[in-house]
């Protein structure tokens, strides 16, 4: 018997197998290790690889993270707009427009929101040193209440006699004591269709249900009844008077903050963390309100990384960004509402 032999040079051979006539192949394959030249090559480009890979990584994450941090800014700066959005269009509904008809209006009111220059304004507040101009932004507006007249009035007599008859009864309003003067928001009630200029109306007595709906003794302030004659519509629909501040603070833990303080009876609260500032800015003759803000990203970074405001901020409004501020992304927003009813 013959067994074949593989040899690493000659290959295979048979060989003389003394136990069997049978011929067996047999197979075997010589090993053989790396040198230390192709080691030293492998370790060359796993090393290669593997820096390219730990790289693509790094960035990977760091585009991440500024995505979502961009996201986070954009959400906060669309929250503050959206916060905005309803008092800016019914800003000056149902009320005069110019500062010292306003206030007179109100019965020269001694409290907020009486004492502010008309139906919006734009002013200083405190944060940091100094002072930042055109932080706070000051909106007085309606809201509707889905009650309208059942009736035109036309009249000269400050108190609207007999009471003025609407469809539902605006619950949410105060009766002022009898001998007093109104000096709260939930005291008025506003008519955006009156002729020829919109006055507010307060409510002098507790209102009467009837029939057809509600009975509402209503007064306009007494110094404005020379020689006007007002008239209020059919169907005109009654708003309720809404009074607004809004501007960004510090919060207690160090965290600037979208405040808005609302002068119907919520008081100031924090809206939007994260808003490093905001500025207001009117335009057009006062019927355009552009706001500017700087919101942060989501991720603190253990570095300084913002010292200066964003790209785009109007160097007319002077911040300072607070320690706190100069660890996070910084971004600036812009947006303007029309104020249509000023």
């Known amino acids: 018997m013959r067994i074949a032999k593989t040899t690493a040079k000659r ?8 136990c069997s006539r049978r011929v067996w192949w047999v197979s075997v394959t010589a090993r053989r290790g790396f040198s230390f030249i192709e080691l030293s090559i492998a370790i060359l480009v796993s090393t290669i690889l593997m820096t390219a890979i730990a790289t693509a990584l790094t960035y990977l994450a760091a585009s991440t993270r500024i995505v979502l941090d961009s996201d986070a800014a954009l959400t906060r700066a669309e929250t503050v707009f959206a916060i905005l959005r309803h008092p800016a269009e019914h800003c000056g509904y149902g009320m005069p427009k110019e500062p010292e008809k306003y206030k007179l209006a109100f019965n020269s009111g001694a409290t907020q929101p009486f004492t502010w220059e008309g139906p919006i304004s734009v002013t200083y507040n405190t944060v940091g040193r100094p002072a930042r101009l055109s932080a706070r932004c000051r909106l007085v507006y309606g809201i509707a209440t889905n009650i309208r007249t059942n009736e035109e009035r036309k009249t000269s007599d400050p108190q609207l006699t007999p009471p003025l008859t609407l469809n539902g009864n605006p619950s949410r309003l105060d009766v002022v004591s009898s001998g007093a003067k109104p000096a709260s928001t939930k005291n008025w009630l506003l008519f955006g269709s009156m ?38 519509p059919e169907n005109d629909e009654a708003f309720y008077l809404q009074a607004m501040e809004c501007e960004a603070d510090t919060y207690t833990a160090g965290d600037f903050v979208f405040f808005t303080n609302d002068h119907t009876g919520s008081g100031r609260q924090p809206r939007v963390f994260g808003v490093i500032d905001a500025r207001f800015e009117l335009a057009a003759g006062n019927r355009l309100l552009r706001v500017f803000l700087i919101t942060r990203g989501n991720f603190r970074y253990e570095n300084e990384i913002s010292t200066q405001p964003p790209r785009g901020w109007p160097d007319r ?5 607070t320690d706190e501020a100069r660890h996070y992304k910084l971004y600036m927003y812009t947006a303007s509402f029309e104020l249509k009813n000023l």
Not at 11 to 18: A, E, T
Not at 201 to 215: E, R
Not at 317 to 321: D, L, M, S
Request: charged share 15%; net charge negative.
């Open 195 to 232: 002729l020829p200029e919109c006055y507010p109306l307060w409510l002098s007595g507790p209102p009467q249900g009837y029939a057809l709906g509600t009975l509402l003794p209503l007064k306009w302030v007494e110094p404005l009844a020379e020689d006007i004659e007002i008239l209020i």
């Open 317 to 321: 409004f002077p911040t300072n960004i």
């Open 11 to 18: 290959g295979p051979r048979f060989v003389d197998c003394p």
